[in-house]
Protein backbone atom coordinates (compact mmCIF):
# COMPACT_ATOMS: atom_id res chain seq x y z
CA UNK A 1 0.00 0.00 0.00
CA UNK A 2 0.74 3.70 -0.32
CA UNK A 3 1.40 5.66 3.40
CA UNK A 4 0.58 9.49 2.94
CA UNK A 5 0.99 12.16 5.51
CA UNK A 6 -0.53 15.02 5.28
CA UNK A 7 0.29 18.64 6.91
CA UNK A 8 -1.39 20.32 8.58
CA UNK A 9 -3.66 17.61 10.55
CA UNK A 10 -5.91 20.87 11.12
CA UNK A 11 -6.83 24.89 11.41
CA UNK A 12 -8.73 27.37 12.27
CA UNK A 13 -8.34 30.70 9.76
CA UNK A 14 -10.04 33.50 9.73
CA UNK A 15 -12.04 34.54 6.50
CA UNK A 16 -9.98 35.60 3.36
CA UNK A 17 -6.61 34.19 4.10
CA UNK A 18 -5.68 31.29 2.74
CA UNK A 19 -4.10 27.75 3.50
CA UNK A 20 -1.76 25.66 1.99
CA UNK A 21 -2.20 21.80 2.72
CA UNK A 22 0.76 19.64 1.88
CA UNK A 23 0.82 16.10 1.15
CA UNK A 24 3.94 13.72 0.76
CA UNK A 25 3.57 9.98 -0.12
CA UNK A 26 5.85 7.01 0.48
CA UNK A 27 6.50 6.11 -3.79
CA UNK A 28 6.69 7.93 -6.57
CA UNK A 29 2.98 8.09 -8.25
CA UNK A 30 2.33 10.01 -10.90
CA UNK A 31 -1.32 11.13 -10.29
CA UNK A 32 -2.56 12.81 -7.14
CA UNK A 33 -6.09 13.60 -6.17
CA UNK A 34 -7.57 16.39 -3.92
CA UNK A 35 -10.66 15.71 -2.72
CA UNK A 36 -13.22 18.09 -0.13
CA UNK A 37 -15.51 16.42 2.33
CA UNK A 38 -18.13 18.77 3.31
CA UNK A 39 -19.78 18.06 6.81
CA UNK A 40 -21.79 15.18 6.58
CA UNK A 41 -21.37 14.47 2.81
CA UNK A 42 -18.93 12.21 0.90
CA UNK A 43 -16.35 12.97 -1.20
CA UNK A 44 -15.64 15.57 -4.32
CA UNK A 45 -12.94 15.14 -6.16
CA UNK A 46 -11.11 18.76 -6.54
CA UNK A 47 -8.78 18.10 -9.03
CA UNK A 48 -5.96 15.86 -10.44
CA UNK A 49 -2.55 16.64 -10.23
CA UNK A 50 0.34 15.64 -12.58
CA UNK A 51 4.20 15.99 -12.41
CA UNK A 52 5.27 18.81 -15.10
CA UNK A 53 1.86 19.51 -15.43
CA UNK A 54 -1.34 22.12 -14.70
CA UNK A 55 -3.68 20.25 -12.57
CA UNK A 56 -6.93 19.36 -14.11
CA UNK A 57 -9.85 20.89 -12.05
CA UNK A 58 -13.44 19.42 -11.86
CA UNK A 59 -16.36 21.06 -12.37
CA UNK A 60 -17.38 23.83 -10.05
CA UNK A 61 -13.51 23.79 -9.16
CA UNK A 62 -11.03 26.94 -10.22
CA UNK A 63 -7.58 27.22 -9.96
CA UNK A 64 -7.66 30.63 -8.90
CA UNK A 65 -9.67 29.60 -5.57
CA UNK A 66 -7.82 26.10 -5.30
CA UNK A 67 -3.93 26.54 -6.81
CA UNK A 68 -2.32 23.04 -7.02
CA UNK A 69 1.56 22.46 -6.80
CA UNK A 70 3.31 19.18 -7.76
CA UNK A 71 6.79 19.60 -8.02
CA UNK A 72 7.95 16.32 -7.93
CA UNK A 73 6.40 12.91 -8.02
CA UNK A 74 5.96 12.67 -3.92
CA UNK A 75 4.65 15.78 -2.93
CA UNK A 76 1.78 17.82 -3.75
CA UNK A 77 0.04 20.99 -1.96
CA UNK A 78 -3.13 22.56 -2.45
CA UNK A 79 -3.58 26.13 -1.57
CA UNK A 80 -7.43 27.11 -0.17
CA UNK A 81 -7.44 31.07 -1.16
CA UNK A 82 -9.40 33.70 0.03
CA UNK A 83 -11.28 31.37 2.53
CA UNK A 84 -14.86 31.73 3.23
CA UNK A 85 -16.74 29.80 6.27
CA UNK A 86 -18.33 27.23 3.20
CA UNK A 87 -14.79 26.49 2.78
CA UNK A 88 -15.16 24.66 5.98
CA UNK A 89 -14.37 21.12 5.02
CA UNK A 90 -12.19 18.32 5.46
CA UNK A 91 -9.73 18.46 2.84
CA UNK A 92 -7.94 14.54 1.97
CA UNK A 93 -4.74 13.74 -0.46
CA UNK A 94 -5.25 10.35 -2.39
CA UNK A 95 -3.08 8.27 -4.59
CA UNK A 96 -3.67 5.41 -6.65
CA UNK A 97 -0.44 3.81 -7.99
CA UNK A 98 -1.86 0.75 -8.98
CA UNK A 99 -5.54 0.77 -9.42
CA UNK A 100 -6.28 0.29 -5.22
CA UNK A 101 -6.86 3.87 -4.47
CA UNK A 102 -5.16 5.48 -0.65
CA UNK A 103 -5.62 8.45 1.39
CA UNK A 104 -4.20 10.66 3.53
CA UNK A 105 -5.48 11.18 7.31
CA UNK A 106 -6.80 14.83 5.89
CA UNK A 107 -6.37 18.37 6.86
CA UNK A 108 -9.49 19.56 8.79
CA UNK A 109 -10.16 23.44 8.01
CA UNK A 110 -12.32 25.15 9.90
CA UNK A 111 -12.79 29.18 8.57
CA UNK A 112 -14.17 31.35 11.47
CA UNK B 1 -23.48 9.05 -16.14
CA UNK B 2 -22.67 7.37 -13.28
CA UNK B 3 -23.91 7.27 -9.90
CA UNK B 4 -23.30 5.19 -6.79
CA UNK B 5 -26.06 4.54 -4.21
CA UNK B 6 -25.54 2.68 -0.63
CA UNK B 7 -27.93 1.56 1.11
CA UNK B 8 -29.28 1.62 4.75
CA UNK B 9 -28.22 5.36 5.13
CA UNK B 10 -27.17 4.31 8.51
CA UNK B 11 -27.63 0.88 10.61
CA UNK B 12 -27.31 0.03 14.28
CA UNK B 13 -27.01 -3.69 15.36
CA UNK B 14 -25.47 -5.45 18.22
CA UNK B 15 -22.54 -7.29 18.89
CA UNK B 16 -22.01 -10.46 17.24
CA UNK B 17 -24.21 -10.20 14.56
CA UNK B 18 -23.72 -10.73 10.56
CA UNK B 19 -24.60 -7.88 8.50
CA UNK B 20 -24.51 -6.58 4.89
CA UNK B 21 -23.92 -3.06 3.25
CA UNK B 22 -25.31 -2.64 -0.25
CA UNK B 23 -23.47 -0.43 -2.74
CA UNK B 24 -25.85 -0.26 -6.26
CA UNK B 25 -23.91 1.53 -9.07
CA UNK B 26 -25.87 2.91 -12.39
CA UNK B 27 -23.41 1.90 -15.20
CA UNK B 28 -22.08 -1.67 -15.89
CA UNK B 29 -19.29 -0.72 -17.24
CA UNK B 30 -17.76 0.23 -14.02
CA UNK B 31 -14.03 -0.76 -13.90
CA UNK B 32 -12.91 -1.06 -10.16
CA UNK B 33 -14.85 -1.23 -7.12
CA UNK B 34 -13.83 -0.57 -3.75
CA UNK B 35 -14.75 -0.44 -0.32
CA UNK B 36 -13.47 2.27 2.48
CA UNK B 37 -14.24 2.59 5.93
CA UNK B 38 -14.04 6.38 7.48
CA UNK B 39 -13.61 6.83 11.56
CA UNK B 40 -14.94 10.19 12.21
CA UNK B 41 -13.21 13.35 11.51
CA UNK B 42 -10.74 10.77 10.03
CA UNK B 43 -9.12 10.30 6.41
CA UNK B 44 -10.45 6.72 4.26
CA UNK B 45 -8.78 3.46 5.38
CA UNK B 46 -9.01 1.13 2.06
CA UNK B 47 -10.94 -2.43 2.66
CA UNK B 48 -11.33 -4.39 -0.51
CA UNK B 49 -10.54 -3.34 -4.24
CA UNK B 50 -12.69 -5.70 -7.01
CA UNK B 51 -10.96 -5.31 -10.24
CA UNK B 52 -13.00 -5.42 -12.78
CA UNK B 53 -12.19 -9.26 -13.81
CA UNK B 54 -12.88 -10.42 -10.68
CA UNK B 55 -16.49 -11.35 -8.43
CA UNK B 56 -15.45 -10.61 -5.01
CA UNK B 57 -12.93 -10.07 -2.37
CA UNK B 58 -11.74 -11.45 1.31
CA UNK B 59 -10.26 -10.27 4.34
CA UNK B 60 -10.54 -11.41 7.72
CA UNK B 61 -14.24 -10.94 8.66
CA UNK B 62 -14.97 -9.47 5.44
CA UNK B 63 -15.95 -10.01 2.31
CA UNK B 64 -17.33 -7.82 -0.79
CA UNK B 65 -18.90 -9.11 -3.99
CA UNK B 66 -19.30 -7.31 -7.15
CA UNK B 67 -22.51 -8.03 -9.40
CA UNK B 68 -21.56 -6.14 -12.88
CA UNK B 69 -24.90 -7.34 -14.42
CA UNK B 70 -27.37 -6.05 -11.71
CA UNK B 71 -25.59 -3.39 -10.56
CA UNK B 72 -24.73 -4.23 -7.21
CA UNK B 73 -21.68 -4.75 -4.82
CA UNK B 74 -22.50 -6.11 -1.51
CA UNK B 75 -20.02 -5.57 1.61
CA UNK B 76 -20.63 -8.67 4.47
CA UNK B 77 -19.31 -7.96 7.75
CA UNK B 78 -19.57 -11.01 10.27
CA UNK B 79 -19.36 -11.52 13.44
CA UNK B 80 -19.73 -7.93 14.03
CA UNK B 81 -17.84 -6.11 16.87
CA UNK B 82 -17.59 -2.25 18.05
CA UNK B 83 -14.27 -1.63 16.25
CA UNK B 84 -16.82 -1.85 13.13
CA UNK B 85 -18.49 1.06 14.14
CA UNK B 86 -17.54 3.58 11.22
CA UNK B 87 -18.78 4.97 7.95
CA UNK B 88 -18.73 2.49 5.09
CA UNK B 89 -17.76 4.16 1.62
CA UNK B 90 -18.22 2.19 -1.88
CA UNK B 91 -16.77 3.72 -4.97
CA UNK B 92 -15.88 3.33 -8.85
CA UNK B 93 -12.33 5.27 -7.89
CA UNK B 94 -11.48 7.91 -8.33
CA UNK B 95 -14.61 9.89 -9.17
CA UNK B 96 -17.76 8.32 -8.23
CA UNK B 97 -18.56 8.08 -4.53
CA UNK B 98 -21.57 6.71 -2.77
CA UNK B 99 -22.52 8.65 0.28
CA UNK B 100 -21.74 6.06 3.42
CA UNK B 101 -23.54 3.80 5.27
CA UNK B 102 -23.06 4.73 9.25
CA UNK B 103 -22.29 1.69 11.43
CA UNK B 104 -23.21 1.41 14.43
CA UNK B 105 -22.18 -1.88 16.83
CA UNK B 106 -23.82 -2.00 19.89
CA UNK B 107 -21.86 -3.89 22.74
Known amino acids: SAVISQKPSRDICQRGTSLTIQCQVD?????MFWYRQQPGQSLTLIAT?????????ESGFVIDKFPISRPNLTFSTLTVSNMSPEDSSIYLC?????????FGPGTRLTVL | KQEVTQIPAALSVPEGENLVLNCSFT??????LQWFRQDPGKGLTSLLL???SQREQTSGRLNASLDKSSGRSTLYIAASQPGDSATYLC??????WGAGTKLIIKP
Open chain 1, 49 to 57: ANQGSEATY
Open chain 1, 94 to 102: SVSPWGEQF
Open chain 1, 27 to 31: SQVTM
Open chain 2, 27 to 32: DSAIYN
Open chain 2, 50 to 52: IQS
Open chain 2, 91 to 96: AAPQLI
